[in-house]
């Protein structure tokens, strides 16, 4: 049962446009949600996090938004550059709870010159 | 502050053999969960350990197991090694409990498995 679901494996953006990186999930008691990006040969790295209360949060070229109602959330990278490429995941967990982080599969961003 | 240490970072078994991955957090992280990563699947919680305990557990056979020491370090164990085991194995520690408002989990480099 995939409750975190990253549908596109891949995606192929133009350096200097806006990726758009997308992720649902099923479990509506996530109220916590991260993205990391991983290098090859690398451990994934913290990028991002939003909470349930909030449908926005930025930080310089990255933002996430969340819509509870869809169970949907997205992030925005503008404008992308070379080093953005890499695999993102998405996770969920609880705020209030001390249970596991899920997930997604990930998505690939290739940054194209 | 050193960060999340992982060994050894490649190795290669053959089916039936067991195998034995190492695990240091960041020093003053309590938590130290383990992710399997593979190609098709992401990754996947193994399991969680807080203060010697395992604390949350994943959907993956008894074949793997794991345990945390005093000092935070941990290990995990895949015994009857199969095809299928192949994998990137990553730890993360984190300062408090799994709840994903501590911020982050810090991941380490991870540990390629190889099984023929």
């Known amino acids: 049962d995939q409750q975190v679901k990253q549908n596109s494996p891949s995606l192929s953006v133009q350096e200097g446009r806006i990726s758009i990186l997308n992720c649902d999930y099923t479990?509506?008691?996530?109220?916590?949600f991260l993205w990391y990006k991983k290098y090859p040969a690398e451990g994934p790295t913290f990028l991002i996090s939003?909470?349930?209360?909030?449908d926005k949060n930025e930080d310089g070229r990255f933002t996430v938004f969340l819509n509870k109602s869809a169970k949907h959330l997205s992030l925005h990278i503008v404008p992308s550059q070379p080093g953005d490429s890499a695999v993102y995941f998405c996770a969920a967990g609880f705020m209030n709870r001390d249970d596991k982080i899920i997930f997604g599969k990930g998505t690939r961003l290739h940054i194209l010159p | 502050k050193a960060g999340v240490t992982q060994t050894p970072r490649y190795l290669i078994k053959t089916r039936g053999q067991q195998v034995t991955l190492s695990c240091s957090p960041i020093?003053?992280?309590?938590?130290v969960s383990w992710y399997q990563q593979t190609p098709g699947q992401g990754l996947q919680f193994l399991f969680e350990?807080?203060?010697?305990?395992?604390?949350n557990k994943g959907n993956f056979p008894g074949r793997f197991s794991g345990r945390q020491f005093s000092n935070s370090r941990s290990e995990m164990n895949v015994s009857t090694l199969e095809l299928g085991d192949s994998a990137l194995y990553l730890c993360a520690s984190s300062l408090a409990g799994g709840g994903a408002y501590t911020g982050e989990l810090f991941f380490g480099e991870g540990s390629r498995l190889t099984v023929l």
């Open positions: 020093s003053g992280h309590r938590s």
């Open positions: 479990n509506s008691m996530f109220d916590y």
């Open positions: 350990y807080f203060s010697e305990t395992q604390r």
């Open positions: 939003i909470s349930s209360i909030k």
